[in-house]
């Protein structure tokens, strides 16, 4: 009952971290800045970015909540006792199904709540403590590069197993986004049905969920947030 207002942070955290982005783009971190029209030379700390750091370290952590949320949804698709389906997703007995991924699921969540772990207040003053901070701004994209990578392949995960939960059920009635996106996975990754390897398929779909007519719904949604 919390994904709406979770996944409405993550969307908020999204645009505010975009903005940032736009916004240290189009600055001149130049130091001095020159005032043509005053004919000044200006001492100023533009090339401080910890407007966009704070802003990435949101976004971290609002991602790392998201994440939280799919490890716990794909635990509980695999549950009969909180789903109704098969354990691990098998109709088979005496087969493993999507047993193993809850390891490979718990490794992504732990990671990604550890590169969501707020880099920014660290600092140490150098040159003789004349440059006496530092925004981290480095830093902080080069973890959350990290955490995106980590939950592209646990979004990649839920979707594999959701559509496996799909057709496992004996009457399922999806709505029509839910249907085309099920149409989308099935038309690139098949029903697992005897155990195999799962590396493959989630591959692919972490491969397909960067494409654009993947992103189309998602760019409208947060353009209209």
């Known amino acids: 009952r919390c994904v709406a207002p979770v996944l409405a942070c993550v969307c908020h955290a999204w645009l505010n971290a975009r903005a940032a982005v736009e916004l240290e783009l189009n ?11 005053s004919e000044q030379v200006l001492a100023n700390a533009n090339f401080d970015a910890t407007h966009l750091a704070l802003a990435l370290e949101s976004l971290g952590l609002a991602l790392a909540r998201h994440a939280a949320c799919s490890g716990e ?3 509980k698709l695999m ?10 997703l098998t109709r088979h007995a005496g087969q493993t199904g999507f047993a193993t991924l809850q390891k490979t699921v718990s490794a992504l969540v732990s990671d990604i709540a ?4 707020p880099l920014s207040p660290l600092t140490m003053p150098v040159a003789d403590r ?3 901070y530092a ?15 980590s939950l592209r392949y646990l979004v990649a995960i ?12 004996a009457s399922p009635r999806p709505g029509r986004y839910a249907t085309a996106l099920h149409d989308k996975i099935r038309a690139r990754v ?4 005897e155990d195999r390897a799962s590396a493959g398929d989630i591959s692919v779909l972490a491969d397909a969920i960067m494409q654009p007519e993947w992103l189309t719904g998602q760019a409208v949604l947060l353009e209209t947030s």
């Open 27 to 37: 600055s001149a971190d130049d130091n001095p800045g020159l005032l043509a029209e």
């Open 73 to 75: 949804r794909i635990m």
């Open 79 to 88: 549950s009969p006792a909180a789903s109704g389906l098969p354990r691990f």
């Open 114 to 117: 550890h590169h969501a772990q």
């Open 130 to 132: 004349i440059e006496d």
């Open 135 to 149: 925004s981290q701004a480095m830093g902080v994209v080069a973890k959350t590069t990290r955490l995106l990578e």
């Open 158 to 169: 839920e979707l594999l197993v959701a559509a496996q939960a799909l057709d496992l059920q």
């Open 190 to 193: 098949a029903p697992l049905d």
